[in-house]
């Protein structure tokens, strides 16, 4: 599995504000007040359930922002599956850095692994034909950068980050312009030979007109599993045929048999439970005990 690589100016922003976040004026207190601060641990990361990791590189960023000296040993990779009880990570450092760190690392870690587990679900079931898993910018703020990578960690594939990279007629597009066809004519006299056109349809009828016009892809909009293999055979290759809208577990199969190219879903961000994982502390060593004398 390929990954992208996630800048290191999003991972330390991002990090940085959710320590703040966490760590309010006066940093915390309880381990402040109760914790040498000579005190050293070492913790592992462990996951309670099985599921696909994601989000490595911002819990590292978590431990290292507060002490530069913590050091974090992966065991698994971003993208590998899980199970219970395997050690995702090893961290070790002064036991206040690793307390402090803790939580806005598992936050992030049981965020996107979720995402990813949720999405190599999807995937599986889809196994064996043309469709592609996509997510959508049903997204939490913030966060999309790192959501959009926990969907590739479980083996789904990207759709448009942001407004500004590709061009998705929808609805409410052509309700303002009127037809479908003169909303497409009026997206490529705007954007630039470049920037790919897709636009939203619910109809056959919708379709027809659209593909008069040529776009690069069409959106089928929750269309039952017969009409989608009827647009897909009307549109004959002529466009990226995109099916969303109801996609489940239990139609997800159904609705890749039709024949689409990609399958968007905005569950597997905006829906997915969190994966669980925990930090757990080792006990200290206990010094050994001095042979008594006879």
Partial sequence: MTLPVLSPLLVTEAVRNALAE??????????????????????????????????????????????????????????????????????????????????????????????????????????????????????????????????RCGGGANHRFGLDDAILIKDNHIASVGSVAEAIRRARAYAGHLVKVEVEVDSLAALKDALTVKPDAVLLDNMAPDMLRAAVKMVAGRAVTEASGNVTAATIAEIAAAGVDLISSGWITHSAPALDLALDFEPPARPSQAKKKR
């Avoid at 000296?69 to 219970?84: E, P, Q």
């Avoid at 679900?121 to 966060?143: F, Q, W, Y």
């Fill in 22 to 151: 966490d760590l309010g004026r006066a940093g915390d207190i309880t381990s402040l007040a109760t914790i040498p601060p000579e005190a050293t641990a070492r913790a592992a990361i462990v996951a309670r359930k099985p599921g696909r990791l994601a989000g490595l590189p911002l819990a590292e960023a978590a431990f290292r922002e507060i002490d530069a000296t913590v050091r974090f040993a992966a065991r698994k990779r971003d993208g590998d599956a899980l199970a219970a009880g395997d050690v995702v990570a090893q961290v070790d450092g002064p036991a206040r850095a690793l307390l402090a760190g803790e939580r806005v690392a598992l936050n992030y870690l049981c965020r996107l692994s979720g995402i990813a587990t949720a999405t190599a679900g999807l995937v599986a079931l889809i196994a064996g034909t043309r469709a592609k898993l996509c997510d959508t910018r049903k997204t939490t703020p913030g966060l999309r950068a790192f959501e959009k990578y926990a969907v």
